[in-house]
């Protein structure tokens, strides 16, 4: 997937980022324990990209090189998931609607 792509798939996940950027500053015991998962995960995958050459927006490593997503706010977004099935969301879409509407 190319960058702009990716950077356009990122758009379409504000709400996911805004989750994630959300956990990250408002920590919590319970989304910091799935984010460790989560994170042993993707830092031992193929796909960790720690110079940023696959990042949808340069300069965020570390990264996902199949998505491009920032992956210290996606493993903190409990309703993201794994693009190879690594790992999965913790929210249904009901339950992510419930928060988005809680949100606004």
């Not at 903190?76 to 509407?101: I, V």
Request: proline share 3%; aromatic share 8%.
């Amino acid at each position: 997937m190319g960058r702009i792509n990716k950077l356009i798939n990122a758009f379409g996940n504000l709400d996911l980022i805004y989750e994630g950027i959300k956990n990250r500053v408002f920590v919590k015991d319970d989304v910091e324990q799935i984010a460790k998962i989560r994170w042993d995960i993707c830092t031992n995958c193929d796909l960790f990209d720690t110079t940023g050459a696959y990042c949808a927006v340069p300069g965020t490593q570390p990264c996902c090189a199949d998505c491009g997503c920032i992956l210290n706010l996606k493993v903190r977004s409990l309703s993201a998931h794994c693009p190879k099935n690594k790992w999965a969301a913790f929210m249904s879409e009901d339950m992510e609607k419930e928060l988005k509407n809680n949100i606004k």
